[in-house]
């Protein structure tokens, strides 16, 4: 077992690292309660390592259903003074997403996501980017859709929203599996005044992000956490909106489907450049 962890958190190397992925609701969305669990959904093959480590340091589980159906996720617990190093948990979740990922579908995916951006070499609103790449898939055959994430106050966690897109996979009659793509995901956990290992931490993260939904929640955790651990030691406070639970709701929280190709306020749209990228297969 030693050896196997020495193995699994060994820094990656320069190569995987630059060919980890690149620099009002409309009427007619489906809701979905943010406690939806997609029947029959496969855990990744991610390492025992970090289930173990997350469960022996006190992080609770995933989440918590509440009375009126909602999910609330918890570990805002202070664990700034953790001696784990969250670099290499992340190296151990990303090594385990990027190189040995045996998910045949989601590396479709992420061809696919790769072909979007390859068209797209001018200046768009990353709204108007993200409707392009739901509707490229959706005409290569996907159920692909923008996911629109809203929450309320609650608990100290402000209110927000939030969208990305999300494809469902059916392996059955009645099982289905949800992917999440998000691309722009990594510049989500860029915050002020980053310590060198935060700003190591976030080099490793994905900058686009596809893959299901538990990479998806230990990745954030493990984000959300060392953020908290920078900003304490630069003496800043953390935000509200940079609490793991706020994150988690980003993607997690109760949501609505949408195949509109018009985003509903046009009026106010950030405007980014789209770079062709490199990814591990």
Same mark, same amino acid.
């Given at each position: 077992?030693?050896?196997? *962890?020495?193995r699994? !958190? ?8 630059a %060919?980890?992925v690149?620099?009002?609701?409309f ?5 979905h309660?943010a406690s939806?669990? *997609?029947?029959?959904e496969?855990s990744?093959?991610l390492?025992?390592l970090?289930d173990?480590?997350l469960?022996?340091?006190?992080y609770?589980?995933?989440? !918590? ?5 909602? !999910?609330t996720y /918890?570990s805002d617990?202070?664990?700034v003074?953790?001696n784990?190093d969250?670099t290499?948990l992340?190296? +151990? +979740?990303?090594?385990s997403?990027a190189?040995n990922?045996?998910?045949?579908y989601?590396n479709? #995916?992420v061809? $696919? *996501? ?8 001018f200046?768009i609103?990353?709204a108007?980017? =993200? $409707? =392009?790449v739901?509707?490229? &898939?959706?005409?290569?055959g996907?159920?692909a859709? +923008?996911?629109k ?9 402000t209110?927000?929203n939030y969208?990305? /897109?999300?494809?469902?996979?059916s392996?059955?009659?009645? @099982? %289905?599996k949800?992917y999440?793509?998000? #691309?722009d995901?990594?510049?989500? &956990?860029? /915050?002020?005044?980053p310590?060198?290992e935060?700003?190591?931490l #976030?080099q490793?993260?994905p900058?686009v992000f ?5 990479e998806l929640?230990?990745?954030? $955790? ?9 900003? =304490?030691s630069k003496? #800043?406070?953390?935000?509200p909106w940079?609490?793991? @639970?706020?994150m %988690?709701?980003?993607? &997690? ?8 190709q018009t985003?509903?306020d046009?009026?106010s749209l950030?405007? +980014?450049t789209i770079?062709?990228?490199?990814v *591990?297969q």
């Open positions: 077992m030693a050896r196997r *962890v020495k699994v !958190t060994d820094p990656l190397d320069d190569r995987v690292k %060919q980890l690149g620099a009002g609701y009427s007619s969305g489906s809701e309660s939806d669990a *997609v029947a029959g496969d990744p093959c390492s025992e970090v173990s480590f469960e022996d340091n006190h609770g589980t995933d989440e !918590t259903s509440g009375g009126n159906g909602s !999910t /918890i617990a202070d664990c003074d953790s784990y969250n290499a992340l190296e +151990i +979740i990303v090594r997403n190189v990922d045996r998910d045949c989601r479709l #995916l061809d $696919r *996501v790769l072909e979007a951006k390859e068209m797209v070499s200046k609103d990353k108007v980017f =993200k $409707r =392009k739901m509707a490229y &898939f959706r005409e290569a996907y159920d859709a +923008i996911s994430t809203k929450w309320s106050s609650s608990g100290g966690i209110a927000g969208e990305f /897109i999300d494809v469902m996979r392996v059955s009659s009645s @099982r %289905q949800r999440f793509v998000d #691309l995901f990594a510049s989500e &956990f860029e /915050i002020a005044m310590t060198g935060y700003s190591r #976030l490793y993260c900058k596809v893959g299901k939904s538990e929640k230990k990745i954030v $955790r493990a984000m959300s956490d060392a953020a908290k651990r920078s900003l =304490k003496g #800043l406070s953390l935000p940079r609490k793991n @639970r706020y %988690q709701n980003k993607w &997690f929280a109760s949501y609505r489907r949408t195949t509109n985003p509903a046009s009026c950030t405007t +980014i770079h062709s990228v490199n *591990v």
